[in-house]
RNA sequence: GCGCCUAUAGCUCAAUUGGAUAGAGCAACGGACUUCUAAUCCGUAGGUUGCAGGUUCGACUCCUGCUAGGCGUGCCA
């Protein structure tokens, strides 16, 4: 498609030069053209407005530009335009011939799993950093939603040429994780019979912290009373984040994603990051002292009150090791870096770009991407609350759970990737986890996937009726005449373009739909003509090599995703 | 109060980033398996794109003002 519209662009482009030097069109240059995908074959293959742009600087009527244009379009010099037509206000549709639809099924069939990608990137290398959630529990739906956004939007960057990783930032230290330590601590002591105690105010109440209390009970009995109360609290809180995170990283193994690279807070604070930023800050008159704590003037940089970066309590708010974080990750040599943040987050967003600002770093270094709520409706429509601290909460464990009971473990993980990537990232998600079980075998990824099951069938039925594949340059393409299968071929030309514009767009969620439409193009055409047939061979090696690329593009869309390629189902 | 997000078919969401007649799935109704897989297909029905203005050849999309919902607004992260 990228290649078509490049000639066509050239040819149009030559057509209006020509117009201008003979007077015809009086402008100062020749303007880019404009595409858009025609959303009907009647439109012709490829579409531009370019006559109605430049209605008001020639004034002259749209229509009357178009002709101009085509006028200057000689269509024996370019067979690859069958016609073009003007169309509705003055639009100029372009009717190609066949041989680019037979082109687009020669670079599948030449680029295979390669197909959709390209240099776009030129291997520029991004850090995408995402979930990060506290290891203070286990990942909740909005961390999934975060997982499978971020995971396939380093599939995307990748597929178009950059070099492209997935970070995890720990937070394993500072307020929450001490909470975690004293939660862990008084479950340990209730479990020890001690009574009239009560988690803190803003500690963790959830079930796992008893669980994991009663755990050091039974392999260590009272043993850790030994200790002093704040040794003990220390010690409950490095054992509770490494068993969490732990179980963290478990979640996120089966949900299939898989981290390059892991951060540790703890490990920036102590690495002497965080004072040099404070002395840089301070070098450069950020800082100022008040009621005991030292302030960053956030309000230079446009927000409506400053913040506090050292406590009086001699501690850096979180502020400090996360600009020394994001300091290290431009240190570390990324061209972009692109948080992807909770709708819990969004407060922080503005001021970690300062920050990052007053560290010297270009303003578009840095791009956060909030990633928004998910609400778990129950079919009643009542939203169940999944605050953290209150300790009731919905897992990403326990979403998969249901849904692998409704339809295996394999399927749990693809129904669950694909809701949560169907949507625009900045829409609120309204999951309604019983629908997602009860619908479960008319879901949309069971769609597709059986889209790519009935391609593989029909090569395993032709391999049993010993019909062999001939290779592409002894089919004869022309045989391809339905409409059907031109809009298929069209569907398919159109993949690389959504691929790169997802990247570039931040939008996951188009994948999963270009993957929806391209399988209802082909289920109705599977249904309609039949591909294997004895008696028309030409014709079935034509279709196969259809089919062919239908399945090639099948997988390579669902790789991209993380849902898995069923051959048969 | 201020900031961010959202509002499109009964429900959940799209809309090629400003283009032609706003599209899918689910739910509803009626049809199609002697066929390469019926987890499929065909047909019917469903709309003042929250409201009011503005920008221009053209607006679901951009601007302003409303209305409603969600989230954020800590010396927590």
């Known amino acids: 498609m990228d290649g078509i519209k490049e000639e066509i662009n050239n040819i149009l482009e030559g057509a209006i030069r020509k117009a201008i030097e003979i007077g015809e069109l009086q402008i100062s240059e020749v303007p880019t053209i404009p595409f858009s995908p025609t959303k009907t074959p009647e439109h012709g293959d490829l579409a531009t407005p370019v006559a109605l742009g430049l209605a008001k600087q020639a004034k002259l009527p749209p229509k009357q530009i178009a002709e101009t244009i085509k006028k200057h379009v000689d269509l024996d010099e370019h067979p690859i335009i069958r016609n073009i037509e003007i169309a509705g206000p003055g639009f100029l549709n372009v009717y190609l011939s066949n041989d680019w639809l037979f082109d687009t099924l020669q670079a599948i069939y030449e680029l295979e799993e390669n197909y959709g990608t390209c240099n776009k990137g030129m291997g520029e290398r991004i850090q995408i950093e995402f979930v990060s959630a506290n290891p203070t529990g286990p990942l909740n739906i909005v961390s999934g939603r975060a997982a499978a956004v971020g995971d396939t939007l380093v599939n995307l960057f990748n597929a178009v040429g950059y070099d492209a990783i997935r970070e995890y930032y720990v937070n394993d230290a500072g307020g929450q994780v001490e909470k975690l330590g004293e939660s862990i601590d008084i479950r340990y002591r209730q479990a020890l019979g001690e009574e009239k105690l009560e988690i803190p105010e803003g500690g963790y109440q959830g079930d796992y912290v008893q669980e994991f209390a009663e755990a050091i009970v039974d392999e260590n009995g009272d043993d850790h009373l030994k200790l002093s109360q704040d040794e003990r609290i220390a010690y409950f809180r490095d054992i509770g984040i490494e068993y969490l995170l732990g179980q963290q990283k478990v979640s996120l193994e089966r949900f299939r994603v898989c981290f390059d690279v892991w951060s540790s807070e703890k490990a920036i604070r102590e690495s002497g990051k965080p004072d040099e930023i404070i002395e840089m800050f301070r070098e450069k008159k950020y800082l100022y002292e008040a009621d005991g704590a030292t302030w960053f003037r956030m309000t230079d940089f446009g927000d409506d009150k400053d913040c506090v970066v050292i406590r009086t309590n001699g501690e850096y708010t979180y502020f400090v090791p996360d600009a020394a974080y994001h300091r290290d990750k431009y240190d570390r040599g990324f061209h972009k870096v692109i948080d992807l943040f909770g709708p819990d987050h969004q407060g922080h967003v503005f001021r970690l770009k300062n920050f990052v600002k007053a560290l010297g770093l270009e303003d578009d270094w840095l791009e956060v991407d909030i990633i928004q709520q998910v609400n778990l409706v129950d079919s009643d429509g009542t939203r169940l609350d999944m605050s953290k601290r209150s300790g009731q909460f919905f897992t990403l464990d326990s979403l998969i759970d249901e849904l692998a009971d409704a339809v295996g473990e394999q399927f749990a993980v693809d129904v669950a990737r694909y809701f949560f990537l169907m949507r625009a990232n900045n829409t609120h998600l309204d999951f309604n986890v019983e629908l997602a079980i009860t619908q479960a075998n008319e879901n949309p990824v069971f769609y597709i996937q059986y889209a790519h099951a009935r391609c593989c069938s029909i090569f395993q039925q032709a391999k049993e009726q010993q019909i062999k594949l001939r290779s592409l340059d002894d089919i004869d393409l022309e045989y391809l005449t339905e409409p059907s299968e031109h809009e298929l071929i069209r569907k398919l030309a159109e993949y690389p373009s959504i691929v790169l514009s997802s990247a ?35 014709r079935t090696q034509a279709r196969l090599i259809l089919i062919q690329s239908v399945q090639t593009v099948l997988a390579n869309g669902l790789r991209l995703i993380g849902i898995s390629v069923p051959e048969s189902m």
């Open 504 to 538: 570039e767009g931040r939008e996951a969620h188009r994948i999963p739909h270009y993957l929806h439409e391209l399988s209802g193009l082909f289920h109705p055409f599977y249904n309609q003509h039949r591909v294997l047939d004895t008696d028309n061979m030409d």
